[in-house]
């Protein structure tokens, strides 16, 4: 087992490094720029830089995108889509258009962002810029207290989730890059333009959250440290603890994905100094992803808005939760959205039954 991950993590060094080299004699560029609407046209509240694969914003997208032009927000749709259709982006849903070629993902979508914003808005932006890529369904439970967090004046950087990274494992701390909001200090500051001038917009995965969302957390952290995740790990736990006592924990932990549950189970089974489940994730924490532990518990619990595409896709949820999914969303939006979202999650299937390539890409960060 341990020879595999050491030729694994040589296999992702060199298609890594081959990237690189890549990038070096043939990165990519912005192959178009439209501006309906000009920044001296208006006052704006906020700035938001949406990334996007998608050709042009669905229903979803839509949703989200016209609330943040509702509560004043400048808004930047820019696509990684090979045959991107900028005719259907109307000014009611953004106020710039930017084709990113096709390079980057979301890290190197948000480089052409930011430098359009300094270009465009030179030093007179808004308080707080909103960064967000389309990983999520936006569903609209009737509540935006989350713009009101990401718009919080206390903070130079607000996230959704924190990934909590011990000196036990590789990855440090860090704010989920999926949606997140800095402040116009951070945005000005040297540190901050001299990250994004610095990043190598590779398409990678391993490479977007190491050289991406972990080094711009440290830029924050270096900052000024005011940091805020709306998801917080205290919270969710809570969260939990809370749907435990209501529940009972055997129901409660139906909502966690079943790695963790069968690892419990395996670990634990016949040991007579069993710990609470609750205490159990807590101290696991690190090891998963949050975004994922806590999601079921969230859209049952609370009116979070979110569903993360890879869900399913991921292995950290299972098809027999399909069915509960429909239900809290059938309930609490309506019984199209729930149903368009479980043939969705059902016709991109699951990456452990994917072919070898696809699952090979997915593991060197290709996918």
């Known amino acids: 087992m341990k020879f595999r991950k050491i030729i694994l993590a040589l296999v992702r060094l060199g298609v890594l490094h081959f990237q690189k080299l890549w990038w070096l004699f043939f990165r990519g560029s912005v192959k178009d720029v439209r501006v309906f609407t000009s920044p001296s046209q208006c006052e704006y509240k906020f700035i938001v830089i949406y990334a996007s694969y998608l050709a042009a914003p669905d229903v979803y997208a839509r949703d989200l995108l016209s609330l943040f032009k509702q509560k004043g927000g400048y808004v930047i749709f820019i696509t990684n889509h090979h045959s991107p259709q900028p005719d259907r982006i109307s000014p009611d849903l953004a106020d710039a258009y930017i084709n990113n070629g096709g390079y980057g993902r979301d890290m190197g979508q948000y480089q052409s962002g930011t430098r359009f914003v ?75 333009s001299d990250f994004f001038l610095r990043y190598k917009a590779i398409n990678n995965k391993l490479h977007a959250v190491r050289h991406g969302e972990v080094a711009l957390t440290r830029v ?55 710990p609470h489940f609750v205490d159990y994730v807590e101290r696991n924490l690190y090891r998963f992803s949050p975004t994922h532990i806590f999601h079921f518990i969230l859209l049952k619990e609370t009116d979070f808005p979110f569903v993360k595409k890879d869900l399913f896709w991921a292995g950290w949820a299972q098809y027999d939760q399909l069915s509960e999914l429909e239900s809290i969303i059938a309930e609490s939006v309506s019984q199209e959205t729930a149903s368009k979202l479980s043939a969705y999650f059902r016709l991109r299937g699951r990456l452990s039954d994917a072919s070898f390539w696809v699952r090979f890409w997915a593991i060197v960060g290709l996918k």
């Open 118 to 192: 300094k270009k465009q808005f030179k030093e007179e932006v808004p308080e707080k810029i909103i960064y967000c890529n389309d990983s999520f369904f936006y569903v609209e439970r009737g509540n935006h207290a989350f713009l009101d967090e990401l718009l919080n004046s206390r903070y130079d950087m607000v996230g959704t989730f924190e990934n909590p990274g011990p000196e036990r494992v590789r990855t440090p701390w860090f704010v989920s890059s999926w949606l997140f909001s800095v402040s116009a200090g951070l945005f000005r500051s040297k540190n901050f």
């Open 220 to 274: 924050a952290l270096d900052y000024s440290g005011k940091i805020r995740a709306i998801y917080n790990n205290k919270y969710l736990l809570a969260t939990f603890r809370e749907s435990v006592a209501k529940n009972g924990a055997t129901v409660a932990a139906l909502s966690i994905p079943a790695p963790m549950c069968d690892e419990y189970e395996a670990q634990f089974q016949a040991s007579a100094t069993r």
